[in-house]
């Protein structure tokens, strides 16, 4: 049997971490701020760092939380922001850790079904009239586990809602710089700051080892979140995020999204060719960047008959119904993360799937 290959998680090839590069950066900014650095910080998060994320933002520090990933920040969120027992709204399907997080805290979840361009509209304003969220969580560009981007005009119409109801938006965007074709929207941040936290980390743009996590909001939940962190760890580790900003500064990260997305963007060119090559009556969807094309397999398919089978053809599959509230949405669905396979194991992953499926 050929090897097997891995269709399961969102991780960068660890071909793409800059090694030789962090370790420069580590030793010139401990050699530069090793006090600071080495000391318990006075509020979370390392001032230059935050102070370069404000720019990027076009923001000011105030307005920027930093956290041991941006997933971190999000369990606080549940923790510090929501009583528990709050209305969320997520999408349907969203990112599986976000759905665990939001049940641990005892949220009542409420999903509401994603199109091509975003969440249903129509859908959300029945939810709407039903009860008025508390926060709404959204991955608003290159969707994990989708890989769709909410459209500028759905975006503009969530912004008016979160003003009009009253209600908070969690912008989740780590795959935001990734984009390989089309046009770039706002971030929802970007229309409505006073009412969207927008989360984003290093983890995709450099190397999720780091652990270097960040919110952009509004300053009452930062100083909420500030409390929170304090009274957790008085701060996440800084040692990483002095990395990260010396990185940043030297001009790296921008060279280094550049480079990612020279290798990506084929690999999402291949994947999509394969697809309409070997199951093109599969409907799938049709990312501009990131990471992940997601597909709705045939009425037949049953995911634990998928699963335990893939073996059989040389493939590792992630289970659909994790990504759903409600497991049983997701026995037809299928999450291939292209970024992580080798160019030469895309088309041979689509031929497998095709036998299995088939
Ligand atoms: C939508 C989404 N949010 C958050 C994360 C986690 O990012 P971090 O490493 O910053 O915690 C991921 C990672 O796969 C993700 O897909």
Known sequence: MTTTIDLTRGMPPASTFPTEDLIHCCEKVLRRDGHT????????????????????????????????????IFAFITQTILPPGARVFVERPTYDRSILLLRRAGMHIVDIPIEQDGVSLEQFEEELKRGVPRLVYLITDFQNPMGTT????????LAKWAEEYDFLIVEDGPYRALR?????????????????????SFSKLLAPGLRVGYMVGNEAAV???????????????????GMVYEYCVSGLLEKNIEKLKR???????????ALQKYLPDVSRTQPEGGYYVSLNLPESVRMDALLANAASVGLKLSDGRGFFVNPAD?????????????????????????????
């Not at 006075?42 to 105030?62: D, F, M, N």
């Open 37 to 72: 650095l080495m000391q318990y910080g006075r509020s979370p998060g390392y001032a230059p760092l935050k102070e370069w994320i404000a720019a990027y933002h076009q923001t000011t520090p105030a307005r920027v939380f930093m956290g041991n990933s941006s997933l971190e």
């Open 150 to 157: 909410t459209s500028l005009s759905k975006r503009q119409q």
């Open 180 to 200: 390989y074709k089309g046009e770039q929207p706002p971030t929802l941040y970007a229309i409505a700051p006073q009412r969207v936290l927008h989360l984003s």
């Open 223 to 241: 100083s909420k979140l500030t409390e929170w962190a304090t009274n957790t760890y008085i701060g996440p580790v800084t040692l990483t995020q």
């Open 263 to 273: 290798l990506y963007a084929p690999k999402l060119e291949a994947i999509q060719a």
């Open 330 to 358: 997701g026995e037809r669905f299928l999450r291939i993360p292209f970024c992580s396979v080798e160019p030469e194991d895309i088309e041979p992953a689509v031929v497998r799937l095709s036998q299995l499926i088939g």
